[in-house]
């Protein structure tokens, strides 16, 4: 079964509602994954990072603007990271270090914060290498909770729960075969530290 829901409907009181039900997800999820190519998993997001993206989410779809208070619980579910009781397996794309949100400044404090939390025993990080040679191509983003039972799919204009039993096998096989091209460790640290000297240098402007 697939349940779409359009996002002006989802957000029809604004962003806060909306997190605060991600966080139910969250904490009901004890094993989850990820998979997003072009942007950071909102879950190792910055504030200045998640700001930006509300913002354009709230202008794109003219909804409610209460991104402060969309943000502040953004931030609050990333909790699931500190508690001890969760786990998230998450493959980034290479180019969700590069994908300008608000600018150097923003990508620099986002770079820092992925090489901070790299490490933490809640999660796997995997980063794509642009030029890795791949089994399988690449996927639109989803990711996997519950009970790693349900997939969601955020769309440009709506937003996707898959719960088939055979949908959601094919996106756990999908997710296996893109993690064998994903570089963790050593070798993810160094990709996020080419990163961090690029935002560094830029000759982009804020």
């Known amino acids: 079964m697939t349940k779409s829901v359009p996002w002006q409907e989802r957000l029809s009181t604004g ?3 909306v997190q605060e039900d991600v966080i139910r997800w969250y904490q009901r999820t ?12 909102g879950t190792l997001q910055t504030e200045a990072y998640a700001t930006v993206i509300l913002k354009q989410v709230v202008r794109f779809l003219g909804v409610p603007d209460d991104v402060p208070a969309g943000v502040a619980k953004r931030m609050e579910r990333q909790g699931v990271l500190h508690d001890g009781n969760h786990h998230y397996d998450v493959i980034l794309g290479e180019q969700a270090l590069y994908t300008n949100i608000g600018g ?6 986002q770079i820092d914060r992925l090489l901070r939390d790299i490490d ?3 999660l796997a990080l995997g980063i794509i290498p642009a030029s890795a040679r791949l089994v399988m191509f ?4 989803f990711g996997i ?10 769309l440009v204009s709506s937003e996707l729960d898959i719960t088939d039993e055979s949908e959601v ?12 091209g994903a ?24």
Request: glycine share 6%.
């Open 183 to 206: 570089a963790y460790g050593t070798e993810a640290v160094s990709l996020l530290r080419q990163a961090q000297s690029f935002w560094a240098k830029s000759p982009l402007t804020e």
């Open 145 to 154: 909770y519950g009970e790693g039972d349900t997939v969601n799919v955020e």
């Open 120 to 122: 933490l025993p809640s």
């Open 30 to 41: 004890k094993e989850g994954k990820a998979y997003v190519p072009d942007m950071i998993w």
């Open 15 to 17: 962003t806060e509602a």
């Open 169 to 180: 096998a094919l996106h756990h096989k999908m997710f296996d075969l893109l993690r064998e």
């Open 104 to 109: 150097p400044t923003v990508m620099r404090g």
């Open 138 to 141: 690449p996927a639109p983003a």
